[in-house]
């Protein structure tokens, strides 16, 4: 069977009658078995992922299926869905099954969405290499000695090597763009609120969104539309109404916008050289397509890593609370009394880097220190976050680097835990400002490694963001 790259390639297989959807099942469990080495499943649920594929080539005989038919989706493992496992590739949630199933989901199921398998990702979303998972990490396809990106790192893999047609990732800081950027895909965290967060595992509640990971614009756009919309069940989920995205991407492809860079991304000494030519190319070919693009200023660089590490660990220390040993999962055999089973239940449970991270978030939040750091980067956050917007106000678009490295080596990070945090450095700003970023892929350094280029909009723009994508990924391919 070909390697699809859209929704509308199948639709045309189906409608042809050159696959069905048992086929298309059939075809990614035969990729996921080929590819275990690369493990970005923890769990495929293929009896029931045929099962549904039959239901939806009879509604497709019937003229009755949704708008997802065909479309195999994975989940990152933060997403609930009924009745299976989830864990957050964490050991605390060892056993745990989900009650219910997140909205996201439901609307994705409602399309009638196939849903393949649960993916690997980083502990509770905190990391960008998918190493702090505890079941192992996942293998970027394009060299399986490097990381994948993370923490959406599974969900990356799954669309790159063709083990679904698109994934669903969380994005907290960058996780759903640096796993794409490294893998060769797309990724989209859509504006702070688009996307009802029920049934999403929390890490840092202001900063949380569920993104989609796909291989064209066109299906990040309709799996966007699908899941995006008010909800009963999250008071903080946007009421605003949700635009045709899918539709509307041709109507504005032709547009000549304003872009801007920030001219410390490009001059960064810790931003590799290759992809630094290759933006700088990317620039030279957007001015070429008739765009206008400007090197900016933006000061306040250096402060959004501190800020970020400082508000989601705090929020995350808050959130990870709940993990006791009494209500989800694992408990230590080993406690005595009723304070050593929550110490002993999360000393085992967690591993180090979530652990850290609760560390640090209750040293931020602890009456002596709150105002110093607590209050302080929440005053930070929001001179960032109008910093960015007024810079929205002057331009269509911010371009940058994804990330100032390509997929690095496993293992490679460890002796310096700042120099982990700092490959966050262009992704966590639009996390901070909560306005909508997407990576597209831009090219590959001399070794094959993708590289992506992200794009900034203003809050709710997601369908100029999405267009303009649409035409960067056809036209401005960069090759060094
Ligand atoms: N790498 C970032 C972190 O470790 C981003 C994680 C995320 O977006 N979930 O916090």
Redesign the pocket.
């Known amino acids: 069977m070909k390697r699809y790259n859209s929704l509308s390639e199948v639709h045309q297989d189906l409608a042809n009658g050159t696959t069905t959807c048992r086929d298309l099942v059939h075809y990614y469990l035969d990729n996921i078995e080929r590819k275990k080495h690369l493990n970005a499943y923890l769990e495929v649920y293929a009896a029931e992922a045929l099962a549904k594929a039959d239901e939806v080539d009879q509604k497709l005989a019937h003229g009755t299926a949704g708008r997802l038919a065909g479309m195999v989706l994975g989940l990152k493992d933060v997403l609930a869905y009924q009745g299976h496992s989830l864990q957050s590739s964490s050991k605390i949630l060892t056993g745990f099954k989900s009650l219910f199933t997140a909205t996201a989901v439901q609307r994705l199921l409602d399309e009638d969405a196939i849903i393949i398998g649960r993916q690997n990702c ?1 502990e509770f ?4 290499s998918n190493e702090t998972s505890a079941f192992g990490p996942t293998l970027n396809e394009a060299d399986p000695t490097r990381v994948p990106g ?2 959406s790192g599974g969900s990356a893999v799954a669309v790159q090597a063709d083990l679904c047609l698109a994934s669903i990732g ?7 763009r ?1 796993p794409a950027a490294f893998c060769g895909v797309i990724g989209l965290k859509p504006t702070y609120s688009r996307i009802s967060r029920y049934g999403l595992i929390a ?1 840092a509640s202001s ?2 969104q569920i993104g989609p990971i796909t291989r064209s614009v066109d299906d990040a756009a309709l799996l966007l539309e699908i899941m995006a919309g008010a909800d009963d069940y999250d008071s903080t989920a946007s009421r605003r109404e949700v635009p045709a995205y899918s539709q509307l991407l041709e109507n504005e492809s032709e547009q000549k916008y304003r872009i801007g860079y920030i001219s410390d991304t490009l001059e960064n000494e810790g931003l590799d050289s290759e992809i630094r030519e290759t933006i700088q190319g990317a620039i030279q070919n957007l001015r070429e397509d008739g765009h206008t693009v400007e090197s900016v200023d933006f000061h306040y660089l250096d402060y959004i890593v501190p800020t ?2 400082i508000l ?1 660990t705090a929020e995350a220390s808050s959130n990870l609370s709940r993990f006791d040993g009494v209500k989800y999962g694992y408990r230590s055999g080993e406690a005595t009394d009723l304070l050593s089973m929550y110490k002993k239940s999360r000393a085992e449970g967690f591993g180090h880097e979530v652990q850290k991270r609760i560390m640090l978030g209750t040293f931020v939040l602890s009456a002596d220190y709150y105002d110093a750091y607590y209050t302080k980067a929440q005053k930070v956050r929001r001179i960032i976050k109008e910093k960015t917007e007024e810079l929205l106000e002057q331009f269509d678009f911010l371009i940058m680097p994804t990330s100032p490295t390509t997929a690095f080596p496993l293992g490679g990070n460890p002796t310096d835990p700042l120099a982990i ?1 700092l ?2 450095i262009f ?2 700003q639009a ?1 901070l400002a909560g306005v909508p970023a997407i990576s597209v892929p831009v090219g590959a350094d001399k070794q094959g490694l993708p590289i992506g280029m992200q794009i900034l909009t203003k809050s709710f723009a997601e369908t100029k963001l999405l267009a303009f994508s649409k035409s960067v990924t056809e036209k401005i391919i960069i090759t060094t």
């Open positions: 980083d979303a905190m990391g960008a993370g923490s969380s994005d907290t800081g960058g996780s759903v640096q890490y900063f949380d970020y590490y989601t945090y490959a966050d992704t966590v996390s």
